[in-house]
């Protein structure tokens, strides 16, 4: 298939666009998490709680729905885990009113996103190859950074003039038209091949059994903890970084303003950062973007109180770092794969993945609230350095990683 296939275009151009739909209430609690903390009373760990269920939404129906795709039809998947994103935002937005509610619906969000965003994935590479595949997961993974950066603003905007509720329903309306949008406009994805031996619909171990794959599945865990740690709480910090600023220079937008523009960033590192690992390797890059970024996060922290441009600047940076690896590490977990085992791949690469993302959130708040709480500053620096100390260590890895190649040659 060649690069320029208008056909390939369309596809990748569709599943953008339902990604960017589906992500509608992804960052509705996050956004909001200063208004929703200081209503409810919650502790830094309970809201840090409520920010990593979402994750564990995701990876309970991650290993189910992904590999399910190697089986049946994945527009049905991708339909199903879309209403599961209604219900979890319209939930929220109608009957959270503390702890116990939000994180059940949290939790719905997640599994949604959990059913959605791979799957997608898996439909959108079934039509594609060679080159042109590797293009389109750049892309595709490049373009949660723009549904991200949608739902922190639109979020924000709508929650800032009509209150939280109305962003959660806002959240709810999204992915119904995304669901939608696939259902009639995408072709059927491919399922397994009638001469290859069925695989019952759990059994990873030929993916692990696959050295390639595991060692793009570490890093993309490593990648999902720092990311989403911070993602968690920048709007949190940020609105921490404007009550420091003085009286005569105050910060000039507002923090979910701010949060989004650096989301932003997102798909242009994602896509030059696979650019640029198909050219100089995916482990140099990877392991150069990883290593980078954790360092960063380990003294991120304690700039809160300097000017606040400089604070924006500096997390642009970092957001920028973590995101250069992305599409990288997905595109070499899916070309190691055999074809039909690329749902199952999927599947053992996003539940751990997104596993670590369930931990970062509270990690990140428990740190928080041990070193003194969300208005010391020495806490806020231990938080993020308690998210970015597997990307810092990361040399180590690749130390580590190519002696063992060297053994084995």
């Not at 997608?120 to 389109?136: E, F, I, N, P």
């Not at 798909?267 to 973007?289: C, D, H, K, Q, W």
């Not at 199952?344 to 997104?354: I, K, L, N, Q, R």
Request: charged share 10%.
């Amino acid at each position: 298939m060649s690069d320029t296939s208008r056909p390939a275009v369309r596809l990748i151009v569709l599943m953008c666009a339902a990604e960017v739909l589906s992500m509608a209430g992804f960052a509705a609690y996050t956004t909001l998490l200063p208004v929703l903390q200081r209503q409810w009373a919650l502790s830094n760990s309970e809201a840090g709680l409520i920010s990593g269920i979402f994750f564990a939404g995701y990876v309970v129906v991650t290993p189910v729905l992904t590999s399910l795709t190697d089986h049946v039809d994945a527009r049905r998947i991708y339909l199903f885990a879309c209403l599961l994103s209604f219900f979890g935002a319209a939930g929220f937005a109608f009957l959270a009113d503390g702890l116990i509610p939000a994180l059940f619906f949290q939790f719905l969000i997640g599994a949604g996103l959990g059913g959605s965003y791979m799957p997608g994935l898996k439909m959108l590479t079934d039509q594609l190859d060679g080159a042109v595949q590797s293009r389109g997961v750049a892309f595709y993974t490049a373009t949660f950074g723009i549904g991200s950066s949608a739902s922190i603003y639109l979020c924000g905007l709508i929650g800032g003039a009509f209150g939280w509720h109305s962003a959660f329903a806002f959240g709810a309306a999204g992915p119904v038209m995304a669901g939608l949008l696939v259902n009639v406009f995408m072709p059927r994805g491919r399922t397994r091949s009638a001469d290859h031996p069925r695989q019952a619909l759990l059994d990873f171990r030929p993916v692990l059994r696959n050295r390639t794959t595991l060692v793009y599945v570490a890093g993309y865990s490593a990648h999902n903890y720092e990311l989403f740690g911070q993602r968690s709480w920048m709007v949190a910090f940020l609105v921490f970084t404007a009550s420091l600023q003085p009286a005569d220079a105050p910060m000039l937008l507002s923090a979910a303003t701010l949060a989004a523009m650096i989301n932003m960033l997102g798909p242009v590192m994602s896509i030059s950062g696979n650019e640029l690992a198909l050219r100089f390797g995916r482990t140099r890059v990877i392991f150069s973007f990883m290593g980078a970024s954790g360092l960063l996060a380990c003294v991120l922290g304690y700039t809160a109180a300097l000017p606040w441009i400089f604070v924006f600047v500096l997390m642009g940076v970092h957001y920028g770092l973590m995101l250069g690896d992305s599409a990288a590490l997905t595109a070499g977990a899916i070309a190691s794969a055999h074809p039909d085992q690329r749902g199952a791949t999927m599947a053992v690469y996003s539940f751990v993945g997104f596993s670590s993302a369930f931990f970062a959130p509270l990690v990140f708040g428990v740190v928080l609230d041990l070193a003194g709480g969300n208005r010391n500053l020495i806490g806020w620096g231990l938080a993020f350095a308690s998210i970015g100390i597997f990307g810092a260590l990361s040399p180590v890895a690749r130390w580590l990683y190519r002696r063992r190649r060297l053994r084995q040659e």
